[in-house]
């Protein structure tokens, strides 16, 4: 499975970003995908992760109410909705796939910066 990512970019605090993630190889062994970040001296933390029919969901405390993430199977696209932007959302944001093989593929990071 290879992933990239995009949508990133420079955005004022309060702001909103939408964060793509296509994915192409053997999708069809896919049951999770999910959104990490990195933000600059900090160790890399899982944002929102969906299941593959996207009935289930889960995130991170510090994204509840502002972060949605979803997937459309059709398009072999995992979405990240970004409200409320902080300046603490800062990081680059990676797009993860979970196989039913247990094997998770990442991309190569898409950067978000919000200013304050």
């Known amino acids: 499975v290879q992933l990239v990512e995009s949508g990133g970019g420079l955005v004022q605090a309060g702001g909103s970003l939408r964060l793509s993630c296509v994915a192409s190889?053997?999708?069809?062994?896919?049951?999770?995908m999910g959104w990490y970040r990195q933000a600059p001296g900090k160790q890399r933390e899982v944002v929102a992760g969906i299941t593959n029919d996207g009935g289930s969901t889960n995130y991170a405390d510090s994204v509840k109410g502002r972060f949605t993430i979803s997937r459309d199977n059709a398009k072999n696209t995992m979405y990240l909705q970004m409200n409320s932007l902080k300046p603490n959302d800062t990081a680059v944001y990676y797009c993860?796939?979970?196989?039913?093989?247990?094997?998770?593929?990442w991309g190569q990071g898409t950067q978000v910066t919000v200013s304050s």
């Open positions: 993860t796939a979970r196989s039913i093989l247990g094997r998770t593929a």
């Open positions: 190889g053997s999708t069809s062994s896919i049951i999770a």
